[in-house]
Each structure stands twice: as structure tokens, then as C-alpha cells.
């Protein structure tokens, strides 16, 4: 079964820092660009920032530049999101995706034919 | 950075009716490059249309996509009691890529 799962949410203090992970299965993980994708509670989707399948290029929303990394293990099928100087309005459920196409890299052209569940990150004090 | 503009916000319909929902650019999307998301409650998005008018992997034909440019469609030819959800559009021609607002289906 093709799948991704995340872990690592959970409540954190403004300015606070939170590592979120997302664990690919049933597919060459290495071969697809993946991004995260965030909703805040009962708004729409706002995409945050994606990794090449080589973790060799990355891109990232302006809203979250210079405070989130994204990066990659292919070894262990495992995406990661590391969150600093984090505020209220990073709360939000944050899915990790895929890119359909395999080998495909440019910044922008991505859509998503794979999500996980989510993992709900709430910044409050 | 282009802005997706979902109408209506809300659409009342029976089942068996047929929905269209709009999707509009505030720029040109080049090659086509505009999928489609069905999100239901408590779940995550799932794809529906890409590439303006192909259908995922078991989407069926009831769904379909069109348009151009600036102004996009997507067509639920007869409505069934689980294709009640929110729908986004996506552009994917222009970094960064960007989500529509959301249109939510429901029942009448």
C-alpha cells in the first residue's frame, strides 16, 4: 500500500521549535519531489514548502522563509519540517505530499496525488 | 504569485444534480497546469483532476475539468451522496504554487 504518515505535532509556545516528520511506504521514495501542505483550522490549503527527490533542491512560502527547513532522508523514506521562531498563525494541520511525476524538479510545477492524515501543530502560550 | 478565486463559496444541491464550480486566475496559467482537490471532513485532500482535464487514478467520469487561461471549471455530472465535500483548485504553472479558497458542496 502507497502511504505517507506524519508524526511530530503537537502544542508548542510562541517562538518555540517543533521537527515534524512524514514516513513514505510502498513506493521509491527517492524518486519523487514532496512537499508540506498546511491548514489552518476551518480555512483552505496553503502550501509551505517542498524538496526534490535528490534533496538537492528546495523552495519554501514566503510566509515561512528564513524560520522552516525542509530536508530529507532517502535511506529512511522519511521527510522532515523543522519549525523555529514558530507564531500563532503557523497553527495549523501540517500534510506532507507527493509530487505524481517521478523525477521531476521546478520550483512551482508540483501537484499532489498522495497525502498523509496529518499531524496538528498548535502554537499557543 | 498568482490568486485563485473559488465561486460560488457555497453550493446547494440534491443528488443526482449536476454541480460546476469555478476556479478563476488573477493570471494566465501556463500549460494548462491546474488540478483539482476533493477534501471531505477529517481527511486529507485528494486529487481529482490535473493537468486541467485528466482524471486521477479512479476518479470517475462524472468528474471532469475545462477551461483556460484565466478561468477554470470542474463538472460533477450527477451528483452522488459521498462527492458532498470541499473542492480546491490548484495552479501549478507559476512558483509559488497556490490553492483556490475552497467551494463547499452540499446537500440541499
Known amino acids: 500500500e502507497v502511504k505517507l504518515s506524519e508524526s511530530g505535532g503537537g502544542l508548542v509556545q510562541p517562538g518555540g521549535s517543533l521537527r515534524l516528520s512524514c514516513e513514505g511506504s510502498?513506493?521509491?521514495?527517492?524518486?519523487?519531489?514532496t512537499s508540506w501542505v498546511r491548514q489552518a483550522p476551518g480555512k483552505g490549503l496553503e502550501w509551505v514548502s517542498a524538496i526534490s527527490g535528490s534533496a538537492t533542491r528546495t523552495d519554501y512560502a514566503d510566509s515561512v522563509k528564513g524560520r522552516f527547513t525542509v530536508s530529507r532522508d532517502n535511506s529512511k523514506n522519511t521527510l522532515f519540517l523543522q519549525m523555529n521562531s514558530l507564531r500563532a498563525e503557523d497553527t495549523a494541520v501540517y500534510y506532507c505530499?507527493?509530487?505524481?511525476?517521478?523525477?521531476?524538479?521546478?520550483?512551482?510545477?508540483?501537484?499532489?496525488?498522495?497525502w498523509g492524515r496529518g499531524t496538528l501543530v498548535t502554537v499557543s502560550s | 504569485e498568482i490568486v485563485l478565486t473559488q465561486s460560488p463559496g457555497t453550493l446547494s444541491l440534491s443528488p443526482g444534480e449536476r454541480a460546476t464550480l469555478s476556479c478563476r486566475a488573477s493570471q494566465s496559467v501556463s500549460s494548462s497546469s491546474l488540478a483539482w482537490y476533493q477534501q471531505k471532513p477529517g481527511q486529507a485532500p485528494r486529487l481529482l483532476i490535473y493537468g486541467k482535464v485528466s482524471r486521477a487514478t479512479g476518479i470517475p467520469d462524472r468528474f471532469s475539468g475545462s477551461g483556460s487561461g484565466t478561468d477554470f471549471t470542474l463538472t460533477i455530472s450527477g451528483l452522488e451522496p459521498e462527492d458532498f465535500a470541499v473542492y480546491y483548485c490548484?495552479?501549478?504553472?507559476?512558483?509559488?504554487?497556490?490553492f483556490g479558497g475552497g467551494t463547499k458542496v452540499e446537500i440541499k
Open positions: 505530499a507527493k509530487d505524481q511525476r517521478p523525477w521531476l524538479w521546478s520550483p512551482g510545477d508540483l501537484y499532489f496525488d498522495l
Open positions: 510502498g513506493f521509491t521514495f527517492s524518486n519523487y519531489a
Open positions: 490548484q495552479q501549478y504553472g507559476s512558483s509559488p504554487l497556490t
